[in-house]
């Protein structure tokens, strides 16, 4: 099992940036494809980027030149950088791992808010 703990949300004002970082521990070795998804109150679960073990990457319409996923394989972590925050980006931001069995561990949720 993966243990991911999710942080660097909070809340910025539209313009703005942060970065989410998702640390990862456990059968580290086991991970395949990790990203975030998000969830804004009322609204499904949206997936937002995606980075595989190759390191290729993929972005929901709504983010793409705004957001940047990477992951740093010696530190166990994976990063979100958020650029040019919108109010619309508001929402809980969940990390997660595919692992190579086909389940998938999540992390806690970590809250942005961008205010107008």
């Known amino acids: 099992q993966v243990q991911l703990v999710e942080s660097g949300g909070g809340l910025v004002q539209a313009g703005g940036s942060l970065r989410l970082s998702c640390a990862a521990s456990?059968?580290?070795?086991?991970?395949?494809?990790m990203g975030w998804y998000r969830q804004a109150p009322g609204k499904q679960r949206e997936l937002v980027a995606v980075i595989t073990s190759g390191g290729s990457t993929n972005y929901a319409d709504s983010v793409k030149g705004r957001f940047t996923i990477s992951r740093d394989n010696a530190k166990n972590t994976m990063y979100l950088q958020m650029n040019s925050l919108k109010p619309e980006d508001t929402a809980v931001y969940y990390c997660?791992?595919?692992?190579?069995?086909?389940?998938?561990?999540w992390g806690q949720g970590t809250q942005v808010t961008v205010s107008s």
């Open positions: 997660y791992a595919l692992i190579l069995n086909g389940r998938t561990d």
């Open positions: 456990g059968s580290i070795f086991s991970i395949n494809n």
